[in-house]
Every structure is written in C-alpha cells, then in structure tokens.
C-alpha cells in the first residue's frame, strides 16, 4: 500500500444541458468560465497538500470534459506534469458526440490523451431522445471516427441498461455499434432513478423495467458483451485486448489517488475527503485545498473487500492476507461464503473469491454476509 497518490482525476463540470436521469455535479458552460476553470484547476495542482506523483493514470471526468476543448486540457495536463506523468500513463477525458470537433481531438491527442470515453448511451434514437442526448446515433458514429482518425486507438463507450421499453434486441444493436465503431471498452450501466432529477420527479420509475425484467437485460446484455469478445471485469465494465481502464482499477483496488473539482473525491495518506458542489467557491478560493472537506479514514479492510468484490476477479487471498496480516480473514469468508454454497452468486478457489454476474445483480447484499463483520454478530 503506498500513499502516494499515482491517479489524478479531473472533474469538469460544464454541460450542454442537464440530462433529465443525471445527478452529476454540473453548471452552465460558457467559454469564459471554462478559462477559470481551467485556471483554477492550475492553481490546485500547484497547491497539492499530499505526497503524489508520478502519475500513472489522469482521468478527466464531469460534466462534460470535452467542452473544455484540447488547449484548456494541455494547459492542465502541462501543470500535472509538473509531479511527472509516466510515459505510458492512461490519460482519458469523457467526451459527449456533439461536443466534439477534428481540431479538440488532435489538439487533444497532441497533448497526451490517449484514451476517449464516450456517452453513446444506446443506439436507438428514439432511446436517445428519451433520454434527453443532444446526439443521434449517426453522430455517435461521426465521433467516434473521428476520434479513431485524430490517432485515438483507446474508445470506451457508454451503454444504458434498463431503460423504458428497452428490449434484448435493443441491447444487441448497443453492442454491435461499439464493436463496429472501435470500442475497446465498454461501460454498460442500469439505469437508476435518481431523487431530485427530472425523471424522479416524473415519476420516470413507474415507466422502467422491473427488478426482474432489469435483470434479465443485465444478464443479457453481460452474454451478449462476452460474445462480442468484451470480458466482464467488474461489475458494470467490460474490455476486450485486456484494454481495462486503468484508472478505474485504482478505485476498485484501493488506492490512493487525488481528485480536484466541484464534487471530486480524493483518497490520500489513508483518508477520503471531498470538494463541496460548489463552483463559485472553487473558482473563488485562493486555496481550494482549505474547501476539501474530511470525511475520515478510508482503505479498511471491508472497504477493500467490498470495492474488490465488484472486479470479476474478486478478492484475491494472496494480496488480502499481505495487506491485512494474521486476521486470518481468508477463512473467514470462506466460512461466510458456505451460506451461499449452491447458490450459483459466488465461487471460490486456491486463488480467489469471486461473484457470478449473477451475484454481481445482488452484490450489495452478498458482499454484506461476506463481511468478517456481519459473520461475528451473526454468530453472537
Ligand atoms: S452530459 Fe453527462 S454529465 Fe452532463 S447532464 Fe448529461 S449525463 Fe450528466
């Protein structure tokens, strides 16, 4: 475990407009904000109260990061560069299909991006509508080569799971258009109903698939992704070439990495902290570090079980019993884990422990009776 912070995430939170299903943090774009933005993003990474760097991996998420444009995003990247960025470093920035130009991808490309992830969504338009997306479909298609002819070889796209009136035929036509249009990796997620959004107050859920039918479209939409060549490595990511996201991985594994931005989580020297949703007060502050706020330690041994416990790889006893010596916790869960013997939601062996893509539907609750924790009250 080291504490040094390897990852940087970047939140922008500019957009178009507000899709009616996203709680993201996000605000009206306008280019003189993005420029301070922008600046005051450059002055954060002056102003990094923890050890980090080299950076091994940079991920600009939002909003909508590419609205920022390629300049905005080499000037940031040129200041990261200040604590190094490895060579080899994955550097993505998620771009919406409509807000992307030849000129932003080369100058993009040129600065050292090398990974694009994309929000297709779906490849029906009248699900896209619904969705309330800027894009069409053939848009989506334009982007994407687009970004294949600016020398972008890395695409992962976005797909929506669950959505209303959404069926297995649909589910297919997603896959094959990331697999005609260059994606190597893809983000499939089901589509939650978020309070305070406009499909909440719409009262969108009543419109939606239920539990059972949403499954069935996971489960599908899982097999249809295998058979298409994407490998499942967590629960909702799936690549092919072993082209994972290395960012992501970072999370799931535990590690230590810093976030800047309005809503941006940070975990560094063992603890979590976060920026408030506040934009003004980010671009206002002389220091944005004295806005973060500390939400405690974090990187316990459940944590890390639980975020291992979405990687299709699962806990991994070797690397467990290292990071958490004479716990003996191997055999605790193992003894957990003979509650759901039969069951077909998890499997187990020399090397590791691991849900099915059917256990990864009820996760949140197979990871719980997992827990060491809940197996000692359990007992008591
Ligand atoms: S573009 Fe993305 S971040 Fe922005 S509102 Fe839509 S879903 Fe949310």
Redesign the pocket.
């Given at each position: 475990m080291t504490n040094q912070c390897r990852s940087l995430y970047v939140h922008v939170p500019f957009?178009?407009?507000?899709?009616p299903?996203?709680d993201?943090y996000?605000a009206a774009y306008s280019e003189e904000a993005a420029d301070c933005y922008t600046a005051a993003v450059c002055r954060a990474l002056e102003q990094i109260p923890f050890p980090a760097g080299p950076f091994e991996t940079v991920y600009f998420g939002?909003?909508?990061p590419s609205l920022l444009g390629g300049r905005r995003i080499g000037a940031i990247l040129q200041k990261a560069a200040c604590f190094s960025i490895l060579p080899d470093a994955e550097i993505t920035v998620?771009c919406?299909p409509c807000s992307l130009t030849e000129k932003n991808l080369k100058e993009m490309y040129s600065f050292g991006v090398n990974r694009i992830s994309m929000?297709i969504q779906s490849a029906s338009n009248q699900q896209l509508q619904l969705l309330?997306?800027?894009h069409d479909i053939a848009q989506a298609a334009k982007a994407a080569a687009m970004a294949q002819a600016a020398g972008f070889s890395h695409l992962s796209f976005d797909l929506m799971l669950g959505l209303p009136g959404q069926d297995e035929p649909e589910i297919l036509k997603g896959v094959q258009f990331c697999r005609e249009h260059g994606a190597e990796h893809v983000s499939a997620y089901l589509l939650k109903i978020e309070p305070g959004t406009a499909f909440a107050k719409k009262g969108m859920a009543s419109h939606c698939p239920g539990e059972d039918a949403q499954a069935d479209l996971y489960l599908f939409a899982v097999q249809t992704l295998e058979a298409y060549g994407y490998a499942q490595y967590e629960i909702s990511n799936f690549a092919c070439n072993g082209r994972v996201s290395r960012h992501n991985l970072k999370y799931w594994d535990c590690a230590s990495y810093l976030g800047i931005g309005p809503s941006a989580h940070s975990f560094a020297q063992g603890r979590r902290f976060h920026f408030p949703r506040d934009l003004k007060g980010f671009l206002a502050a002389e220091n944005v570090w004295e806005l973060c706020q500390d939400d405690g330690p974090g990187g316990g041994m459940e944590e890390y079980i639980m975020l291992r416990l979405r990687l299709s790889e699962g806990v991994l006893w070797e690397p467990l019993e290292k990071r958490y010596p004479g716990q003996n916790l191997k055999q605790k869960i193992l003894h957990a884990a003979e509650m759901l013997q039969g069951s077909g939601l998890v499997d187990r062996n020399q090397k590791q422990i691991r849900l099915t893509p059917q256990g990864m539907l009820v996760s949140n609750s197979i990871i719980s009776m997992l827990m060491p924790e809940y197996q000692e009250e359990t007992e008591s």
């Open positions: 957009c178009l407009g507000k899709c299903y996203c993201f996000s939002g909003g909508t998620e919406n929000g309330g997306r800027r």
